[in-house]
């Protein structure tokens, strides 16, 4: 059984994104289209392309999404020429913003409005990036970093997950499917992670491997008490990276 509505193919969007690249120099090969041109609008529209996805997903993720679609709206307004705004500039205003975050986090008072909502947003985050989960389901990024999830759901049902030069860990051991089968769209850029399963599941591996690679160290049991055996189907695009499943 499929994820849920709320669940979202990132392997979807990486593809479209390579498929509108093969076509662009594809045009430009036949002389209809200027790549160079065409690509320097490239980073802008990936940036604003996942920052709207992120920003209409719950918890977390819409802070993701806001700080994406800045970006990608700053290096638009720069190739257009209506600013001079780059990746060197970028950098330092994120750097400037973390620290001004972590100074007013050490500073403000834990009674004020704003220091309540800070610490509620914490608490957000920290069980977004590790911790147990019940949920049927699961939507994650990991941009530059990483989290770790324990899934101990008894109706899981699949999951999207998105690795850009980050990493995950997501242990479903103590988990149990909905139906007979459920599928993870785990998908990673420079990036990866790991997926533990039970061992009576049975694993397929359906995604493409783009200087990356999708392995599965499990060792499948069959149950034993006549059950059908449940099983895992892992897709997605793995770009000079890897994802494995193991129990």
Not at 185 to 209: C, F, N, Q, Y
Request: aromatic share 10%; hydrophobic share 45%.
């Amino acid at each position: 059984m499929g994820c849920s509505s709320r669940s979202f193919s990132w392997s979807l969007t990486f593809g479209l994104l390579i498929a509108a690249a093969g076509v662009i120099l594809l045009l430009d090969q036949q002389g209809i289209i200027d790549a160079n041109r065409v690509f320097q609008y490239f980073w802008p529209g990936l940036c604003i392309s996942f920052g709207l996805v992120n920003l209409f997903q719950t918890g977390g993720r819409r802070i993701w999404g806001i700080i994406l679609l800045v970006i990608g709206v700053l290096l638009l307004f720069d190739s257009l020429g209506f600013a001079h705004v780059g990746f060197q500039s970028i950098w330092p205003v994120i750097i400037i913003a973390v620290g001004g975050l972590m100074v007013w986090q050490a500073i403000a008072p834990h009674s004020s409005p704003l220091g309540e909502r800070a610490a509620t947003w914490r608490v957000r985050l920290n069980e977004w990036r590790k911790g147990d989960s019940s949920d049927s389901d699961f939507n994650h990024v990991a941009i530059l970093g990483g989290f770790k999830r324990r899934v101990t759901a008894k109706n899981f049902r699949g999951g999207s997950v998105m690795a850009i030069m980050g990493g995950f860990e997501i242990d479903l051991r103590k988990a149990d499917m909905e139906g007979d089968s459920a599928v993870i769209d785990a998908t990673s850029i420079m990036g990866g992670g790991e997926i533990k399963v039970p061992e009576t599941w049975r694993i397929s591996l359906d995604g493409l491997g783009l200087m990356g690679a999708y392995v599965d160290e499990t060792h499948q049991i069959p149950p034993t008490d006549g059950a059908a055996q449940k099983h895992l189907i892992v897709k997605g695009i793995n770009f000079m990276g890897g994802v494995v499943v193991k129990n």
